[in-house]
């Protein structure tokens, strides 16, 4: 395995991990606002409440991927 197909190994797995984790914490928010639905509660997350998470895990990647980038540059470069 060359240096280009472990960096996109590397980066691959971290970001299905980190995709494994999003879809957890969104079946969690959705299984808590269905608990409250069936017990007649308000629902404890909104539209907003994804959004945010959306867009933390997205920035979570984008660094992640920013870094690889630099980093694989840095190896080419040597």
Same mark, same amino acid.
């Given at each position: %395995? /060359?240096?280009?197909?472990?960096? /996109?190994?590397? @980066?691959?797995?971290? *970001?299905?991990?980190?995709?494994? %984790?999003?879809?957890?914490? *969104? $079946?969690? %928010?959705?299984? +808590? /606002?269905?608990? #409250?639905?069936?017990?007649?509660? $308000?629902?404890?997350? *909104? +539209? +907003?409440?994804?959004?945010?998470? $959306? #867009? #933390?895990?997205?920035? *979570?990647?984008?660094?992640?991927? +920013?870094?690889?980038?630099?980093?694989? @540059?840095?190896?080419? $470069?040597?």
């Amino acid at each position: %395995m /060359n240096e280009d197909q472990k960096y /996109n190994y590397f @980066r691959d797995s971290y *970001i299905d991990f980190i995709t494994a %984790m999003f879809n957890c914490e *969104i $079946s969690a %928010m959705n299984a +808590e /606002n269905k608990q #409250r639905e069936v017990q007649g509660d $308000s629902m404890a997350y *909104i +539209e +907003e409440d994804y959004y945010k998470v $959306s #867009r #933390r895990y997205k920035m *979570i990647v984008d660094k992640y991927i +920013e870094k690889m980038n630099k980093d694989m @540059r840095k190896m080419k $470069s040597l």
